[in-house]
């Protein structure tokens, strides 16, 4: 067991949010590769961040545009979606 001081072990900076996305949209097509073959689950996955980063942008929601292209950058790293 290891105790954390306010309930975390890192602070969330934007370079850290956006790494721990990038590997959520990475383990996301991992998962979809090795379970679901040529699904078209990663597609919708990737639309609905697409939706996701224009809606953000439009409401000038910073944050979420920016988590929203670091799953797909993500998800860009291991295939051609």
Same mark, same amino acid.
């Given at each position: ?5 306010g309930?975390?072990?890192?602070t ?11 590997? =959520?949209? $990475?383990?996301?097509? !991992? ?5 679901? +073959?040529? #699904?078209?689950?990663? %597609?919708?996955?990737?639309? =609905?961040? $697409?939706?996701?980063? !224009? ?5 000038? +929601?910073? #944050?979420r545009?920016? %988590? ?9 790293? !291991?295939?051609?979606?």
């Amino acid at each position: 067991s290891i105790p954390h001081v306010g309930g975390g072990s890192t602070t969330r900076t934007k370079a850290v949010s956006e790494f721990i996305h990038f590997h =959520k949209g $990475r383990s996301y097509a !991992l998962y979809v590769e090795k379970h679901h +073959g040529d #699904s078209d689950l990663l %597609r919708r996955y990737v639309a =609905k961040n $697409r939706r996701r980063m !224009l809606v953000a942008a439009l409401s000038f +929601g910073l #944050s979420r545009y920016r %988590r929203a292209r670091a799953k797909l950058r993500g998800v860009a790293s !291991l295939s051609r979606v």
